[in-house]
């Protein structure tokens, strides 16, 4: 879909002349007595270029290196290399190198551009040029006005665009909801030619009117959709949308949007540029994360208000009531979207949680005001189906908990594999108790804020003393008490062996086919949690785990009729060494591991 590079270029024109106007706040004389913004499209069939020039902010020398020079240097290359063909991919693949600057190069071999920043002499111009082969040239030149021209120079094969009508439609098509004038050289037909001539006379080709202004019943799905694509630099239409004009003591305006996909940066929680704010239909900034948490840091859209003042700094932002009001509304409003969405349009629920459910868990410890509705929202994996795509919410469990059952389980691993295969899960699958498999590393920090759910405890299956309730009946608790009694002296001598290695050795309820496995203790930190700690450089608070022995097992039995001490104590350190790398954890000597293996190897097979 080669026309999207109008588009780009239209809409980076158009932050640059927003930017423009930000500025002008505070220095009028950045305006250079012409206050009156627009971007200009125009053609040149014998010469065979298209330009785009507009008259905002400009760029000086080293911005043109920083945003655009870098990125032709190891981008440009890349760029052409990945081009499938395929819309929604090369759409993606445009949006991750951030600007859209490079998709020019779809319909250009060459590309010229030439900018000079506000406020700057004439002669501190620059001209940038490349071929897209990740070289480029760089020059000062004399330049008027302030502003940006972009020049396409058109590959052969591409003079359809050379056509008034044809970028008229395309500017239609895709920037009609652009706030500024997008002008072009009116046109008129001449009969002797039998063709369109440019005359002298401007024509504003957009509606130039700010959409989110507009009442909802005269704005179409697709000018919803095309909007979306310009604030977000996105291809692909958004999986949802809301637009509210909220009055009340705060009056403001709000065009929120769930994309389909997620951005290349999602992860990067400092740089966030998700939320255009606007005072009065004037844009203030692009980054203003004071009005949407971290962990809704990809929504994308417009919140204009019609209290703040146009002067508004980050500081202000930072301590105002006002944004307060505007940021609580705006979150209470996307969330809402994604419970519709999780109530009514499964399918597309489904989609936003492969490509969001790890940043929306964060929220569940950073917006304690919220905490419940965030935790409806959540999903994962489970013992039902043993499937890796998550898709049981809290409620799902609920709604299937055993007669009895009074708890929410759960198991946490740095892997679905590492988790579906977990020890601790035997008993559960032996008695049909659903467990949910949690296994992002985010969800270690989902259980150390999220404790219970509509009253019902969350209880992992890998800490404190397994106590199953009603869910065990009373012939199997007289059981383990009998079995916990007989087996005192074989668990004193494997706890001597394993000296400070263990807090305690206990009997298990959790193993029906495992020898053993390691628990935390009720109040200890779990292991997988602390390993996330320390490979992040955290201090982690000293704990030792509890081994418990499966009685019932061969290796176990075969370990309480040895009689040899030393060969007694390398066989309960190699049961320790076996549960320790069973729950994901790493051993403290792998060598001594696989020397006394292959001792006990070497012994069996001598018998």
């Not at 082969?133 to 590959?155: C, N, Y």
């Not at 498999?437 to 009253?455: C, I, N, P, S």
Request: hydrophobic share 40%; glycine share 6%; aromatic share 8%.
């Amino acid at each position: 879909n080669k026309e999207i590079f109008l588009r780009e270029l239209v809409s980076n024109a158009s932050d640059a002349c927003d930017k423009l106007r930000f500025e002008a706040l505070t220095d009028k004389e950045l305006f250079e007595n012409d206050a009156e913004l627009k971007i200009r499209v125009t053609f040149d069939k014998a010469a065979r270029t298209i330009t785009i020039a507009d008259n905002g902010i400009g760029m000086a020398r080293e911005e043109v290196i920083a945003n655009i020079g870098t990125i032709a240097r190891s981008g440009t290359r890349e760029f052409f290399s990945k081009l499938t063909g395929e819309q929604a991919k090369d759409a993606n693949l445009i949006g991750q190198f951030g600007v859209g600057f490079y998709s020019s190069f779809i319909i250009a071999d060459k590309v010229t551009l030439t900018t000079r920043r506000a406020g700057q002499p004439a002669t501190a111009a620059v001209r940038w040029e490349s071929d897209g082969g990740g070289e480029f040239t760089l020059e000062p030149v004399a330049k008027a006005s302030r502003g940006t021209e972009v020049t396409l120079h058109l590959r052969e094969g591409e003079d359809d665009m050379l056509s008034g009508m044809q970028l008229r439609s395309i500017i239609r098509k895709y920037s009609d909801h652009i706030v500024l004038p997008i002008v072009m050289k009116k046109e008129e037909w001449d009969k002797d030619k039998n063709e369109y001539k440019e005359t002298d006379e401007d024509e504003t080709v957009n509606q130039a009117n700010a959409l989110w202004a507009r009442p909802k019943s005269e704005i179409t799905d697709e000018q919803y959709a095309e909007f979306y694509k310009h604030v977000a630099h996105d291809m692909e239409a958004p999986l949802c949308h809301a637009h509210a004009k909220v009055e009340g003591s705060k009056e403001y305006t709000q065009l929120l949007y769930i994309p389909a996909k997620a951005p290349f940066d999602l992860w990067d929680r400092e740089h966030r540029r998700g939320i255009k704010l606007y005072v009065r239909r004037v844009f203030i900034m692009d980054d203003a994360e004071q009005l949407m948490p971290a962990y809704l840091r990809f929504v994308r859209g417009v919140i204009d208000s019609a209290d703040l003042p146009l002067n508004v700094s980050r500081e202000i932002l930072q301590q105002s009531k006002d944004i307060d009001a505007i940021r609580s509304g705006s979150v209470r409003r996307v969330l809402g979207m994604l419970e519709d969405l999780a109530e009514n349009q499964k399918e597309k629920y489904a989609t936003f949680w492969t490509e969001f459910g790890k940043v929306i868990k964060e929220g569940v410890g950073e917006d304690y005001s919220n905490r419940e509705r965030i935790a409806r929202l959540l999903r994962f994996s489970s013992t039902l189906t043993d499937s890796e795509t998550q898709d049981v919410s809290f409620a799902d469990y609920i709604s299937r908990m055993k007669e009895g059952q009074d708890k929410i389980y759960y198991v946490t691993a740095d892997s679905f594999a590492a988790a579906k295969n977990s020890p601790h899960l035997e008993v559960f699958r032996k008695k049909g108790v659903e467990v949910l498999l949690m296994y992002d590393r985010v969800d270690e920090w989902v259980t150390q804020h999220l404790t219970e759910f509509e009253k019902k405890p969350l209880q992992s299956v890998a800490k404190g003393r397994l106590e199953l309730g009603k869910l065990e009946d009373e012939a199997e608790k007289k059981a383990q008490e009998k079995e916990e009694s007989a087996s005192k002296p074989l668990l004193e001598r494997i706890k001597k062996s394993l000296g400070e290695s263990v807090k305690d050795v206990r009997v298990t309820l959790r193993l029906t086919d495992s020898p053993a496995c390691l628990v935390a203790d009720e109040h200890d930190i779990g292991a997988n949690f602390a390993r996330m700690l320390k490979a992040a450089g955290q201090s982690v608070p000293t704990s030792k785990p509890i081994l418990e022995i499966n009685t019932q097992h061969p290796l176990v039995q075969r370990l309480n009729d040895e009689v040899d001490e030393d060969r007694f104590t390398d066989l309960a350190k190699v049961l320790f060494d076996q549960s320790m790398l069973a729950e994901g954890g790493q051993l403290e000597d792998p060598a001594g591991f696989v020397k006394r293996l292959n001792q006990l190897m070497l012994a069996l097979g001598a018998k």
